[in-house]
């Protein structure tokens, strides 16, 4: 049977809404059978990535990232559609993939353009969809870099990183040349401070800590 509904739900820290407000909810969602899940992280996204779930014959939710409502960019004119499904490079590197999700890619981004001043090029994929996930972009990329890096705001404990890091050791080990290596924030409820907020969730420093521990 075909079950056309779409739900969208605000999602993640960084408006200092504190534990009862700021959850991570994507990797809930993908333990449930027949769900499909999207996070967009720009305006286009949104537009392209919604349409593609409207059109979508099976429940789809759309998990929006609150501290990016406020997002500005221009976007194309007409009908944006996109595939669910797709991943998207979004900075191309020889050294390190970088996985990233939602609000957490433009901090990857930032990462990647810091570790180039130290000659480290960082491969940043924006996963966009994580039922269904963009398997072959993921693994490609680290038979291309031997090395990856998961980016997420979820707690660590049965985060989406970590089914990438199965995918991974299981399609791609010996690629490797290093650990697999998970950002995350810690297994607790999120803090309103915003000092505290601030020092759970995946920063830039920490992210590019995490690629230096992946390549050493």
Same mark, same amino acid.
């Given at each position: 049977? #075909?079950?056309?509904?779409v739900?969208?739900? #605000?999602n993640g820290?960084?408006? =200092?809404f504190g534990a009862?407000? !700021?959850?991570s909810?994507e990797a809930?969602?993908?333990?449930?059978?027949?769900?499909k899940?999207?996070v @967009?992280? !720009? @305006?286009?996204d949104?537009?392209?990535?919604f349409?593609?779930?409207? =059109? $979508?014959? +099976?429940?789809v939710?759309?998990?929006?990232?609150?501290?990016?409502?406020a997002?500005k960019? +221009?976007? @194309?004119d007409?009908?944006?559609?996109d595939r669910?499904?797709q991943?998207r490079t979004?900075r191309?590197g020889?050294?390190?993939?970088?996985c990233a999700?939602? #609000?957490m890619? !433009?901090?990857?981004? $930032?990462?990647?353009?810091r570790?180039a001043g130290?000659g480290?090029?960082?491969e940043?994929i924006?996963?966009?969809?994580?039922?269904?996930? +963009?398997?072959r972009?993921?693994?490609d990329?680290?038979?291309r %870099?031997?090395?990856?890096?998961?980016v *997420?705001?979820n707690p660590r404990?049965c985060?989406?990183g970590? *089914?990438?890091?199965s995918?991974? #050791?299981? *399609?791609?080990?010996f690629?490797?040349d290093?650990p697999?290596?998970?950002?995350?924030t810690?297994?607790?409820p999120?803090?309103?401070a915003?000092?505290?907020e +601030?020092?759970? %969730?995946? !920063?830039?420093? =920490?992210?590019?800590?995490?690629?230096?521990?992946?390549?050493?």
């Amino acid at each position: 049977i #075909a079950l056309p509904l779409v739900i969208r739900t #605000a999602n993640g820290g960084g408006a =200092r809404f504190g534990a009862q407000h !700021s959850q991570s909810v994507e990797a809930w969602m993908m333990a449930i059978p027949g769900l499909k899940v999207v996070v @967009p992280s !720009s @305006p286009a996204d949104m537009i392209g990535l919604f349409a593609a779930a409207v =059109r $979508d014959p +099976d429940p789809v939710i759309v998990v929006e990232p609150k501290v990016l409502y406020a997002a500005k960019e +221009d976007v @194309p004119d007409g009908e944006l559609v996109d595939r669910l499904g797709q991943a998207r490079t979004v900075r191309e590197g020889t050294d390190v993939t970088i996985c990233a999700l939602g #609000a957490m890619v !433009s901090r990857a981004v $930032d990462a990647a353009q810091r570790l180039a001043g130290d000659g480290v090029e960082a491969e940043v994929i924006d996963l966009r969809s994580l039922v269904p996930l +963009d398997v072959r972009a993921i693994v490609d990329s680290v038979e291309r %870099t031997g090395h990856i890096v998961t980016v *997420e705001e979820n707690p660590r404990l049965c985060g989406w990183g970590a *089914e990438i890091a199965s995918i991974v #050791a299981d *399609e791609s080990f010996f690629a490797l040349d290093g650990p697999i290596v998970r950002i995350t924030t810690p297994h607790v409820p999120l803090p309103a401070a915003d000092v505290l907020e +601030d020092a759970a %969730t995946p !920063s830039v420093g =920490r992210i590019v800590d995490g690629v230096r521990r992946s390549l050493a």
